[in-house]
């Protein structure tokens, strides 16, 4: 009786088809490896200056490559974020020059559209952030006293590429697919190459093809790395993760109770910075896999993140 009892039990009981991920508690993930009060999270591998001389020593031709967006009405959206320009219409000055004055004024989320980088302030695990901050203590009306983007500094460091759809065979990959930490290993391994504690690692989901073309799709789901991928980065020491999706994550997470958990794994957990909406289409196409990463936030006091312009020097 008690056997069928049993077997009827596991029968009704769901599938779960992904290893369950539970949140740590603070007493596991604080104070973080960087010490008690840090605020700069994986950024303190710019202190490092051999972080800056790494990447120095792989520019051989001088060539730029820009892995930023334009900021404009026809970038893709996450749920109600805007991104409005008004030309502040101007004025010509008294004077026998004629000079003219413009200028803008722009309404937006300004740290988190279009190609953009998370600061710790972003993401929470309920009052609590990167390194057991508290947002109740820290938030005021006009930024966070602690883990504000201005605090990041400049990040020049090798950004590595890995090109997870390449390893596929696929322009893109599927709207929910999980990359897991197999696929980040055997897409290095196919390109021949190795993490290095502080570098600034790029993956490409090819997600990107559909930004502001399809905005829709774009911003419905996403391939995008799931909570073993993000664990096992973290353990590869990066400066930041990056990738040409919205949120670098696989959206919706396979488990359905779970919202963005790769954000607070990356951010709130191991102070891990991450980029987001990267434009990867000129590295994939000229097969730029290891290159110098360079990129710096906005001094936005206070800010979640910022609006970026990252580019790969090689
Ligand atoms: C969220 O704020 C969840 O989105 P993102 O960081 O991806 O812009």
Redesign the pocket.
């Known amino acids: 009786m008690k056997r069928t009892a049993i077997a009827i039990a596991l029968l009704a009981a769901p599938v779960v088809a992904f290893a369950q991920w539970n949140l740590p508690p603070e007493s596991q993930r604080c104070p973080s490896k960087w010490g008690a009060g840090d605020e700069r999270g994986s950024g303190n591998h710019m202190k490092n200056p051999e972080t800056v001389l790494r990447a120095v020593r792989l520019i051989k031709t001088g060539e730029v490559i820009e892995m930023a967006y334009v900021l404009g009405p026809g970038m893709p959206f996450?749920?109600t974020?805007i991104f409005n320009l008004h030309t502040k219409r101007t004025f010509m000055n008294t004077g026998r020059n004629t000079r003219g004055s413009n200028e803008e004024v722009v309404t937006s989320e300004i740290g988190?559209v279009g190609t953009?980088f998370?600061g710790f302030a972003?993401?929470t695990i309920g009052d609590s952030l990167y390194n057991c901050f508290k947002v109740s203590e820290v938030a005021t009306r006009s930024g966070f006293t602690k883990l504000g983007v201005e605090k990041v500094g400049m990040i020049f460091a090798r950004g590595v590429l890995i090109d997870v759809a390449g390893l596929k065979g696929v322009e893109m990959l599927g709207d929910t697919y999980e990359i897991t930490p197999d696929d980040l290993q055997q897409a290095l391994a196919k390109q021949k190459l190795k993490l290095q504690p502080g570098d600034a690692v790029i993956i490409h989901t090819g997600w990107g093809k559909l930004y502001g073309k399809d905005n829709a799709r774009f911003v419905k789901s996403t391939p995008g790395v799931g909570v073993a991928a993000a664990e096992w980065l973290v353990k590869q020491d990066p400066v930041l993760v990056g990738s040409d999706n919205?949120?670098?994550e696989v959206a919706p997470n396979p488990d359905k109770d779970l919202s963005?958990p790769v954000?607070q794994i990356f951010l709130a957990v191991n102070g891990v910075h991450?980029l987001?909406n990267l434009k990867l289409d000129e590295l994939v196409a000229k097969r730029v896999w290891e290159f110098a990463f360079t990129m710096q936030p906005l001094k936005i006091q206070g800010a979640s993140?910022s609006t970026v312009a990252p580019a790969a020097i090689r």
């Open positions: 996450f749920g974020r988190q953009q998370d972003h993401q919205w949120p670098v963005l954000h991450i987001e993140g």
